[in-house]
């Protein structure tokens, strides 16, 4: 059963600036949009760019953060291995408006790198850009507007910039309670509750039994979280 993620992208998964890739998820700071629109003009009809959709983040904000000194559990400097006091990030209440930027999702004919689409397609190498390969098209394109993200600033579709379809067709609300997989849990759940040992044996078989440990503490917690009112 798929499982929706309501989580950022990274762009510190490894990839390298000579990763190579068809479709990127970029993020650009400070690049105008009249820029951006004609060079992504001049790539569309040159054939090198297929397909392509942005937005522009101007009211991201941010929390402070402070550098402070790390202590053991017993409130003692921790010292690094060159001998220095180690220091942590910490986050902080307050917030700030962070830099404006574009999320840029992108696919060429071939594959390319991020150094070649800084230095050669877009010729854009004064500020900085990061990327990674698209891997899910649809959290990719509902994170241009935070749609999964309710904690951030909610962006219209409006703000979007789409050349065609490729990737706002992803653009969909999953309905797990529609899927034959959530029923069948469900249903599982249920049995789980009113059924007898047996009565669950034989109607889900050996599979059933043999992990009937990890089937049974999956259940309980379903079941203990319900009464909690908590959402699964």
Request: charge should be neutral.
């Amino acid at each position: 059963m798929s499982k929706k993620s309501n989580k950022k992208p990274n762009y510190n998964d490894g990839t390298t600036i000579n990763t190579r890739a068809y479709s990127w998820d970029l993020v650009i700071y400070e690049i105008e949009k009249s820029y951006l629109d004609e060079k992504l003009k001049e790539l569309i009809g040159a054939g090198v760019v297929t397909h392509y959709s942005y937005i522009q983040h101007d009211k991201d904000m941010e929390h402070d953060t402070i550098n402070v000194v790390a202590v053991d559990k017993d409130g003692n400097t921790i010292i690094d291995k060159d001998g220095n006091e180690k220091t942590l990030i910490k986050e902080l209440d307050t917030l700030h408006a962070k830099p404006f930027h574009t999320h840029l999702l992108i696919t060429f004919n071939q594959k390319v790198s991020v150094k070649v689409i800084k230095n050669r397609l877009l010729q854009y190498t004064i500020h900085n850009t990061f990327g990674q390969p698209i891997k899910d098209k649809r959290g990719a394109y509902r994170y241009l507007t935070h749609k999964d993200n309710p904690e951030k600033y909610q962006y219209n579709d409006s703000d979007i910039v789409n050349y065609d379809d490729y990737f706002s067709k992803y653009d969909i609300k999953l309905d797990l309670s529609q899927s034959p997989e959530y029923q069948e849990i469900n249903q599982m759940i249920d049995d789980y509750t009113q059924l007898t040992y047996r009565q669950q044996a034989c109607k889900y078989g050996r599979d059933y039994i043999k992990n009937f440990k990890s089937y049974a503490y999956f259940f309980d917690m379903v079941i203990e979280q319900e009464k909690k009112n908590k959402p699964i």
